[in-house]
């Protein structure tokens, strides 16, 4: 079992799988409905409305609909977009044990304590029919995936199948509505609507669930009596086929996988089993310690199935779906179907090469999972967990290249790991003795050699390397030399890809990605939170890649985005310009096409290529809050202006890459004051006295104007402040600017007129201006203030600036490249017309 996710909580009574989206229902014990994506492993939303435990739920098909049937007696239907119940079906009249939408009528069938089955029609939110007949508790009732039957399982220890089909011709013709009305009576009792087809009798005990097969006429039940039954049906009769023995105590739940020939059934014996239909066999068991297993479910699209327990759920797989390949030169070897194939990347062609018989195996994971190639002796190596851990080498003959029709030997051996590491030489990982073996092509040891470090696999690391991985640490080691090149601590680390020419290889694990150079010297880590699937490098040493949901980049420096979303998991093989091939879960071969743009962008910006940049500005459609974010961060303000239309952006990244003209335009489109100080304080950094003036200005900044007007030495403007300071009556402000004019009666008249007559006097005195200081002395009489004996007064004269007008080039802008924005970019594309 591959478990893909688990929760905890109380006990998991009904579980149900969307059809499109990686979501999955659990009905609690506790009368919660939790919804969990189970890929990000996250909790959506919760619904708590039922009074009781809620034993089953289930998802519409196409509508955002989920209904659900608890203790309470009620059947209720939700809307999970709206985050509510729509509204409540009411008629059992004792515990819902199961719900479940029809996948094309407007139907719900619930099974119910009651020891009735009954069919509502959520469109109209009435009964339509009730199916009477068992004579103990209803434990589950399901239609057929196709066909007009329901089929239902009661601890009378029967399974029931009812024809439903004229309940699907009433329903189609409203003329029969009058016809419904005068069968109202036998409709209740099952008579007109729903028909028993057949009483299926062979449990011996109380029957707890049955589930029609996807696509064949076979029905499977398991019961008290621990049993898991098959039955066969067709038009007139039914009967059982076979008994499945094993588990040990009730069986809770049983159903046939949606892709692959097998029965998977759970117990309170707290076991899950796998059966194979056809030999009638058990495949495998999982056991928890502690749970008992109530419930099942099946996705219908997807290889993975949800089991529900006392403490809570799991979301597991089978079997693993990677398909087992190697990359060599414009050629790629994978297997599928018991075959190796062959596939060509110029030309898309498949061919199957050779045939890998394989017995009928008794367990699951049989397939292969590793596969290593060596070209020039044509020879394939394919590793698979049969026997605890086994290869089996083919050298293929020229001459039966693309038939595949000839059954060719293997050479087989146990080990877990094998790779080739020279044209004519592969290594084993004997595990047991943490050792090497280096074969040849007879299969025959010709060198044994023990590792450095406890190994459990071992990867491909150039010819006559290998990259050894433990648990938490991987080494490369020189088989030649026996010398470890180089050493890395990571987290356990699933499948090694390495760049075109050996230089650098992507390490990669569940939910991160480590990338070195060849001898393990870190570069950089990426973390995801989605599992990462696979990975390819493109010809610009760019790292693709993709996690369940995305395909990715990785630029050399680490940073990383998003290419495009996908719908199913894919397994890159190979990156060849703005085409991803790839292998899909089915083993299909499949290209890709990609928008390359934005990566490319990165990486020449990364690589300081800036006439590449400036062309794809100029062509490409970049644009996005993220690039622009991405530009600023990385110290690119400049470049990231030639996407940016919003005004307050531009003139922030304006200010940050000095670009004064294009921080006036927006200043004078934003026209805030405060946008106007901040153009003043970069104006004034970069010595351009004119924007300076002009922000002041705008922003009526007086002080600042005048000061600005003294260190110029405009004595002229200078004056028209004093005067405006006057208009304005501002005392202070007219003080300041006589002080900086050196204007003395312009001083002592503000002094006099502001009532601080000693000062004027003084000030007067001073500066000899005698009139004013004996007309000054007269008006204050006894209180004229002395003046200081010995001092040598001086008069306060601004100096002379060094520079009388224009900017000071206080700190030198070069124009870059980028410099300019989109208005220049449009300009110069004009002047070229």
Same mark, same amino acid.
């Given at each position: 079992?591959?478990?893909?996710?688990?929760?905890?909580?109380?006990?998991?009574?009904?579980?149900?799988?969307?059809?499109?989206?990686?979501?999955?229902?659990?009905?609690?014990?506790?009368?919660?409905?939790?919804?969990?994506?189970?890929?990000?492993?996250?909790?959506?939303?919760?619904?708590?409305?039922?009074?009781?435990?809620?034993?089953?739920?289930?998802?519409?098909?196409?509508?955002?609909?989920?209904?659900?049937?608890?203790?309470?007696?009620?059947?209720?239907?939700?809307?999970?977009?709206?985050?509510?119940?729509?509204?409540?079906?009411?008629?059992?009249?004792?515990?819902?044990?199961?719900?479940?939408?029809?996948?094309?009528?407007?139907?719900?069938?619930?099974?119910?304590?009651?020891?009735?089955?009954?069919?509502?029609?959520?469109?109209?939110?009435?009964?339509?029919? #009730? %199916?009477? @007949? *068992?004579?103990?508790? $209803?434990?589950?009732?399901? /239609? +057929?995936?196709?066909?007009? &039957?329901? !089929? =239902?399982?009661?601890?009378?220890?029967?399974?029931?199948?009812?024809?439903?089909?004229?309940?699907?011709?009433?329903?189609?013709?409203?003329?029969?509505?009058?016809?419904?009305?005068?069968?109202?009576?036998?409709?209740?009792?099952?008579?007109?609507?729903?028909?028993?087809?057949? #009483? %299926?009798? @062979? *449990?011996?005990?109380? $029957?707890?669930?049955?589930? /029609? +097969?996807?696509?064949?006429? &076979?029905? !499977? =039940?398991?019961?008290?009596?621990?049993?898991?039954?098959?039955?066969?049906?067709?038009?007139?009769?039914?009967?059982?086929?076979?008994?499945?023995?094993?588990?040990?105590?009730?069986?809770?739940?049983?159903?046939?996988?949606?892709?692959?020939?097998?029965?998977?059934?759970?117990?309170?014996?707290?076991?899950?089993?796998?059966?194979?239909?056809?030999?009638?066999?058990?495949?495998?068991?999982?056991?928890?310690?502690?749970?008992?297993?109530?419930?099942?479910?099946?996705?219908?699209?997807?290889?993975?199935?949800?089991?529900?327990?006392?403490?809570?759920?799991?979301?597991?797989?089978?079997?693993?779906?990677?398909?087992?390949?190697?990359?060599?030169?414009?050629?790629?070897?994978?297997?599928?179907?018991?075959?190796?194939?062959?596939?060509?990347?110029?030309?898309?062609?498949?061919?199957?090469?050779?045939?890998?018989?394989?017995?009928?195996?008794?367990?699951?994971?049989?397939?292969?999972?590793?596969?290593?190639?060596?070209?020039?002796?044509?020879?394939?190596?394919?590793?698979?967990?049969?026997?605890?851990?086994?290869?089996?080498?083919?050298?293929?003959?020229?001459?039966?290249?693309?038939?595949?029709?000839?059954?060719?030997?293997?050479?087989?051996?146990?080990?877990?790991?094998?790779?080739?590491?020279?044209?004519?030489?592969?290594?084993?990982?004997?595990?047991?003795?943490?050792?090497?073996?280096?074969?040849?092509?007879?299969?025959?040891?010709?060198?044994?050699?023990?590792?450095?470090?406890?190994?459990?696999?071992?990867?491909?690391?150039?010819?006559?390397?290998?990259?050894?991985?433990?648990?938490?640490?991987?080494?490369?080691?020189?088989?030649?030399?026996?010398?470890?090149?180089?050493?890395?601590?990571?987290?356990?680390?699933?499948?090694?890809?390495?760049?075109?020419?050996?230089?650098?290889?992507?390490?990669?694990?569940?939910?991160?990605?480590?990338?070195?150079?060849?001898?393990?010297?870190?570069?950089?880590?990426?973390?995801?939170?989605?599992?990462?699937?696979?990975?390819?490098?493109?010809?610009?040493?760019?790292?693709?890649?993709?996690?369940?949901?995305?395909?990715?980049?990785?630029?050399?420096?680490?940073?990383?985005?998003?290419?495009?979303?996908?719908?199913?998991?894919?397994?890159?093989?190979?990156?060849?310009?703005?085409?991803?091939?790839?292998?899909?879960?089915?083993?299909?071969?499949?290209?890709?096409?990609?928008?390359?743009?934005?990566?490319?962008?990165?990486?020449?910006?990364?690589?300081?290529?800036?006439?590449?940049?400036?062309?794809?500005?100029?062509?490409?459609?970049?644009?996005?809050?993220?690039?622009?974010?991405?530009?600023?961060?990385?110290?690119?303000?400049?470049?990231?202006?030639?996407?940016?239309?919003?005004?307050?952006?531009?003139?922030?990244?304006?200010?940050?890459?000095?670009?004064?003209?294009?921080?006036?335009?927006?200043?004078?489109?934003?026209?805030?004051?405060?946008?106007?100080?901040?153009?003043?304080?970069?104006?004034?950094?970069?010595?351009?006295?004119?924007?300076?003036?002009?922000?002041?200005?705008?922003?009526?900044?007086?002080?600042?104007?005048?000061?600005?007007?003294?260190?110029?030495?405009?004595?002229?403007?200078?004056?028209?402040?004093?005067?405006?300071?006057?208009?304005?009556?501002?005392?202070?402000?007219?003080?300041?600017?006589?002080?900086?004019?050196?204007?003395?009666?312009?001083?002592?008249?503000?002094?006099?007129?502001?009532?601080?007559?000693?000062?004027?006097?003084?000030?007067?005195?001073?500066?000899?201006?005698?009139?004013?200081?004996?007309?000054?002395?007269?008006?204050?009489?006894?209180?004229?203030?002395?003046?200081?004996?010995?001092?040598?007064?001086?008069?306060?004269?601004?100096?002379?600036?060094?520079?009388?007008?224009?900017?000071?080039?206080?700190?030198?802008?070069?124009?870059?490249?980028?410099?300019?924005?989109?208005?220049?970019?449009?300009?110069?594309?004009?002047?070229?017309?």
């Amino acid at each position: 079992m591959l478990t893909k996710f688990e929760t905890k909580s109380n006990r998991v009574k009904g579980l149900s799988f969307h059809t499109k989206r990686p979501w999955i229902l659990a009905s609690l014990h506790s009368g919660v409905i939790q919804l969990w994506d189970y890929r990000m492993g996250t909790l959506i939303d919760r619904f708590d409305e039922h009074d009781g435990p809620v034993r089953g739920v289930h998802f519409h098909m196409s509508q955002p609909l989920f209904v659900s049937g608890g203790d309470d007696y009620k059947i209720k239907v939700w809307n999970y977009k709206l985050h509510r119940c729509l509204f409540t079906l009411l008629g059992h009249l004792d515990y819902i044990r199961t719900v479940q939408f029809h996948h094309e009528h407007p139907w719900i069938v619930s099974a119910s304590d009651d020891q009735t089955i009954r069919i509502w029609n959520w469109q109209s939110r009435t009964c339509i029919s #009730v %199916l009477t @007949g *068992h004579n103990h508790y $209803v434990m589950c009732a399901s /239609f +057929h995936p196709k066909e007009d &039957l329901v !089929v =239902s399982a009661s601890l009378d220890q029967t399974v029931r199948v009812w024809d439903i089909g004229s309940l699907k011709k009433k329903t189609a013709s409203p003329a029969d509505d009058i016809l419904r009305l005068s069968h109202m009576n036998t409709d209740l009792f099952g008579g007109v609507d729903a028909v028993v087809k057949y #009483v %299926l009798e @062979g *449990h011996d005990r109380g $029957v707890n669930w049955a589930a /029609f +097969h996807p696509t064949l006429p &076979l029905i !499977v =039940s398991g019961a008290d009596d621990r049993q898991v039954k098959l039955w066969r049906m067709n038009d007139t009769k039914a009967w059982e086929v076979d008994t499945l023995r094993g588990h040990v105590n009730n069986v809770s739940c049983v159903m046939f996988h949606a892709k692959q020939d097998i029965i998977v059934s759970n117990s309170e014996d707290k076991s899950i089993r796998v059966w194979d239909v056809t030999k009638r066999t058990g495949l495998q068991t999982f056991r928890r310690e502690h749970d008992r297993f109530w419930i099942l479910a099946v996705h219908p699209e997807m290889n993975i199935l949800a089991a529900g327990h006392d403490s809570g759920m799991i979301v597991f797989k089978l079997e693993r779906e990677r398909p087992a390949f190697a990359v060599s030169g414009d050629s790629l070897f994978y297997a599928k179907d018991r075959f190796i194939r062959n596939f060509d990347f110029p030309t898309q062609r498949e061919a199957q090469v050779i045939p890998i018989r394989r017995p009928g195996s008794t367990s699951l994971n049989q397939s292969p999972r590793t596969l290593s190639y060596s070209p020039t002796e044509n020879a394939v190596l394919i590793c698979s967990d049969v026997d605890g851990g086994s290869y089996e080498l083919y050298v293929i003959p020229k001459d039966s290249f693309g038939r595949g029709d000839g059954s060719l030997e293997a050479r087989k051996g146990v080990g877990s790991s094998a790779i080739f590491v020279a044209r004519n030489r592969f290594a084993v990982l004997d595990k047991g003795n943490n050792q090497v073996l280096v074969k040849n092509l007879k299969n025959e040891v010709v060198k044994k050699s023990g590792l450095p470090v406890p190994t459990d696999a071992i990867f491909y690391a150039g010819t006559g390397s290998l990259l050894c991985r433990s648990e938490d640490r991987v080494v490369v080691f020189d088989l030649q030399q026996r010398l470890v090149l180089g050493d890395l601590q990571t987290p356990f680390v699933k499948y090694v890809v390495w760049s075109n020419d050996m230089e650098s290889v992507a390490l990669l694990s569940k939910h991160s990605i480590i990338i070195t150079n060849k001898k393990l010297v870190h570069k950089c880590t990426l973390h995801e939170t989605i599992r990462v699937k696979s990975g390819a490098w493109d010809e610009n040493g760019v790292f693709i890649y993709t996690t369940l949901n995305h395909i990715k980049y990785c630029l050399p420096n680490g940073d990383s985005g998003i290419i495009r979303t996908l719908e199913v998991p894919i397994y890159i093989t190979k990156v060849s310009g703005n085409t991803i091939f790839c292998l899909d879960r089915d083993g299909k071969n499949k290209s890709v096409v990609i928008d390359a743009t934005e990566y490319i962008f990165k990486l020449s910006l990364l690589r300081k290529r800036y006439d590449h940049v400036m062309n794809m500005i100029r062509n490409s459609q970049l644009c996005g809050e993220a690039m622009i974010a991405y530009l600023q961060q990385k110290g690119f303000p400049e470049v990231a202006l030639h996407f940016v239309k919003d005004e307050k952006t531009r003139f922030n990244l304006a200010l940050e890459s000095g670009n004064i003209q294009i921080a006036v335009a927006s200043a004078k489109e934003i026209d805030d004051k405060d946008h106007w100080y901040r153009l003043g304080v970069e104006a004034l950094r970069q010595g351009n006295a004119a924007i300076v003036e002009y922000a002041y200005q705008r922003t009526k900044n007086f002080e600042r104007l005048s000061f600005l007007y003294l260190v110029n030495g405009n004595l002229e403007k200078l004056s028209k402040m004093l005067k405006i300071a006057e208009v304005k009556n501002d005392v202070m402000g007219q003080f300041h600017n006589a002080l900086y004019l050196g204007d003395i009666q312009e001083r002592v008249k503000i002094l006099e007129n502001a009532g601080h007559l000693p000062l004027a006097y003084i000030t007067a005195s001073v500066h000899g201006l005698q009139d004013v200081a004996e007309r000054l002395a007269a008006e204050l009489g006894d209180d004229v203030p002395p003046l200081p004996v010995d001092k040598n007064p001086s008069l306060l004269i601004p100096p002379t600036p060094v520079m009388c007008g224009g900017d000071w080039p206080l700190l030198r802008v070069m124009k870059g490249i980028f410099d300019g924005g989109r208005g220049a970019v449009d300009e110069e594309e004009e002047g070229a017309e």
